[in-house]
């Protein structure tokens, strides 16, 4: 399904590339954008209609929470209606969303706000031209919406941030978690009070996991390429390495650090502390109880919390390292962009941003769909999420490891998904068909690289 | 059965019924061959039709296990529960997705048939030139992928008005090759004399193809509404790209229950059970005119 659900969104991806390729691109706003100052405010009574694009709304157990917000922002915008509307391809993972933009973009009717996740960024920012939100409403207003009585953590300000330019605000997101079952901690005789800290001991704990309860040790799902590469950028970076130098011009994923990094869970993968399954299944596997440690999003909590309740005991632990080196957790998820060419409903745009990033806004967000609070603060609050936060503690590895994240960097240029997915698949043949992985990695490099922009 | 009644011995007229004669030590009963043929066939046809069952079964089966039991693989779902039905009611605008989809079902199938019956009959029962031409275009537009057409489609229902609404969903699939290609053969087969005798008695070309082709093309046309209905009730991608909103097509629904952040397959199965229903229902309905036009169409 997954893998359906990603051709879809390829091919929509891809036709519309070539569509917007034949027609000499979306045409350039952003200077005009930029040149013309902040937009002012509303006038009282002046009626504003906008449309918001969110991948929430395509997920059926949370649309509830998002079309609530939206009317407790029409109450307190009288003279802004808001549609909400799911994003083209009905993806609720987020794979479509620029495709989706970029389709309606074309026919005229782009959204007027829509959350577009962070690995699309570069291709967002040069192709689908969002208007800057420091443009629409000035450097001051933004920061000063990043700040308040629970400021938005310092590490995700910058997120949606591309040649120093502040495009969009960050909005949902989570980071590699490691969820383990206390259960089979217990029965191989292993404490989960002391969950492990580095990959080795994630290898040496599966094997005692293994032996003594026939369950499988140990699965990080971020090595696939239908995982996409947001958590395999954190193992990477975790041991040093990078997918993309800094100049963002070459490619790097096949360099020792990084080649260092996939070959332990080749290893791990050899030698049976890691099982050869697909995400679904080791998510089910998870789900069942029969897998000792899970890599994973820390967005999966509540779905793991209602498998696990009243079967075995859930528990969550920072993501390891490699050795002594500390981890580096990345961010997945997503940032909110404004598309409206009129200038009103740019305002009105940049107002709704301002409340799905509130306080307000992500106290709902939070315990009601499971996301990470950007606003941290809120979870010491005990009219925001303290009540909340204690009664998950599973929470609390989510929130320590926003200290260290370092960005989901997007790969850039029109081909930014074929890079990605060749070396996912590289990556993949690497972990789980035993190939070399110097060569695998340094043949994938060698084939992105002539995918990548001329500088 | 069928085969065991085609295989065997047509009785004698007159001869006096004295069953077979005794058979010599080592020599096979006459017909034992053929009986362990048809047991056979029919063990292999049960073992095919459980594989095409069971997921069926499994389907129904996780939407009646308990939440917290939805990832269990008993095949026997115990104890019974009917929380991922309720899930479903409470999440999704069931009523108004099953609407929506049977709208677009029904507007989809019709059309197409009624589309492809008059294209067959004037590429099975009409003489005019270009018609192998128009033939092979038509054909030829069957081989071009979605993936090429649906942007031209969405700009093109842009320009109409038509998108979000159910009708941008029908209009661009109003015309199936599949359905043409298949109704020409059908009235290719047809005897061409009936249709020169109508046409001698003075009936219009029009009256001929609604009183003497289409009574006779009834299991065709039957069946392959049904197939037209359950491809359209199936629809995913396009409707996904033209409705965009919460309230669109139960295909769209169901989907909304699998994301990143975890798939929900009790509430997965429980609706794909919803969606199911109305297609065995509509099979039970024509199940006799589909397997006179499936038997039609192999015996020729």
């Known amino acids: 399904m997954k893998t359906l659900r990603r051709y879809g969104a390829g091919a929509l991806l891809a036709a519309a590339t070539l569509l917007t390729t034949a027609c000499g691109g979306l045409g350039s706003t952003t200077a005009e954008s930029a040149s013309s100052g902040p937009v002012p405010e509303l006038e009282p009574g002046q009626q504003v209609e906008i449309t918001f694009e969110s991948y929430n709304l395509a997920n059926a157990t949370w649309t509830k929470t998002i079309n609530g917000l939206l009317e407790r922002f029409e109450e307190l915008h009288p003279n802004i209606t808001v549609h909400g509307q799911p994003p083209q391809g009905g993806g609720t993972a987020g794979s479509n969303t620029a495709a989706s933009v970029q389709s309606q973009l074309m026919v005229g009717k782009a959204p007027d706000v829509a959350q577009l996740t962070f690995g699309e960024l570069d291709y967002a920012v040069h192709k689908l031209k969002p208007k800057a939100v420091e443009d629409v409403a000035g450097k001051e207003e933004v920061q000063a919406a990043f700040g308040g009585e629970h400021p938005i953590a310092e590490r995700a300000r910058d997120l949606a941030a591309m040649d120093g330019k502040v495009y969009g605000m960050p909005y949902v997101f989570s980071t590699p978690v490691l969820f383990y079952n206390a259960d089979l901690f217990r029965k191989a005789g292993l404490d989960p009070e002391r969950p492990p800290t580095t990959w080795a001991q994630v290898e040496e704990y599966a094997h005692a996991i293994t032996k003594a309860t026939g369950a499988d040790g140990a699965y990080a799902d971020c090595l696939t390429k239908v995982a996409v590469d947001w958590c395999m950028q954190a193992l990477v970076r975790s041991n040093g390495g990078t997918v993309i130098s800094g100049d963002r011009k070459t490619l790097t994923f096949a360099e020792p650090p990084a080649v260092d990094a996939i070959a332990t869970f080749q290893r791990m993968v050899s030698s049976g502390a890691m099982p050869d399954l697909a995400q679904s299944q080791a998510m089910d596997a998870m789900g069942r109880g029969q897998l000792g440690m899970f890599l994973e999003t820390s967005a999966l909590q509540g779905t793991l919390q209602a498998q696990a309740e009243g079967n075995w005991d859930l528990r969550a632990a920072p993501m390891p390292s490699f050795g002594e080196r500390e981890p580096v957790p990345t961010n997945s998820g997503s940032a909110l962009f404004i598309f409206s060419e009129d200038k009103a409903k740019q305002r009105a745009a940049w107002e709704l941003i301002k409340f799905m990033t509130s306080s307000e806004a992500y106290t709902a967000i939070s315990s009601e769909i499971g996301y990470l609070p950007l606003r941290t603060g809120l979870v010491d609050d005990p009219d925001g999420l303290k009540a909340w936060a204690e009664q998950n503690p599973l929470i609390r590895p989510n929130l320590e490891q926003l200290e260290r994240l370092e960005p989901w960097v997007s790969f850039p240029g029109d081909n930014y998904v074929q890079i990605r997915d060749l070396m996912m698949q590289a990556v993949e043949n690497v972990v789980f068909q035993g190939k070399d992985a110097t060569s695998t990695l340094t043949e994938a490099r060698n084939r992105a690289s002539e995918l990548m922009p001329a500088s | ?300």
């Not at chain 2, 115990?78 to 029904?106: C, D, H, M, R």
């Not at chain 2, 043409?180 to 059908?186: A, F, G, I």
């Not at chain 2, 249709?195 to 006779?216: H, K, Y």
């Not at chain 2, 989907?255 to 794909?272: H, K, P, Q, Y």
């Open chain 2, 1 to 300: 059965m069928p085969l065991a009644v085609l295989a065997a011995p047509e009785p004698v007229a007159d001869e006096p019924t004295q069953g077979p004669p005794p058979a010599e030590p080592g020599q096979k009963p006459v017909g034992e061959n053929t009986r362990r043929r048809s047991v056979a066939g029919h063990v292999v046809l049960a073992v095919l039709a459980l594989f095409a069952i069971f997921p069926i079964y499994w389907m129904y089966a996780t939407s009646v296990r308990a939440p917290e039991d939805v990832l269990d693989t008993s095949p026997l779902p115990w104890p019974l529960s009917f929380a991922s039905y309720e899930y479903v009611w409470q999440v999704l605008p069931i009523g108004k997705l099953l609407v929506n989809t049977f709208v677009v079902a029904v507007c989809t199938s019709i059309a197409q048939l009624l589309v492809a019956l008059l294209a067959a009959y004037a590429f099975a029962a009409w003489q005019f030139r270009g018609r192998g031409l128009l033939y092979l275009a038509v054909v030829g537009a069957w081989l071009v992928p979605f993936q090429v057409t649906m942007i031209p489609n969405y700009a093109f229902l842009n320009e109409l008005g038509l998108l979000n609404a159910l009708a941008g969903v029908v209009v661009p699939t109003v015309c199936s090759t599949m359905a043409v290609m298949l109704l020409r053969q059908h009235i290719q087969a047809f005897p061409r004399e009936l249709l020169d005798a109508a046409r001698m008695d003075g009936r219009t070309s029009w009256g001929t193809l609604w009183t003497v082709l289409v009574p006779n093309l009834r299991p065709a046309l039957a069946s392959l509404s049904i197939l037209l209905f359950i491809s359209a009730w199936n629809d995913y991608f396009w409707p996904a790209l033209v409705l965009q909103r919460t309230d669109s097509v139960l295909q769209i629904g169901i989907r909304g229950f699998l994301s990143a952040e975890g798939d929900n397959w009790g509430a997965v199965m429980a609706a794909s059970g919803i969606a199911c229903l109305p297609i065995f229902v509509l099979y039970l309905v024509l199940q006799r005119q589909v397997m006179d036009a499936f038997v039609r169409s192999g015996l020729r």
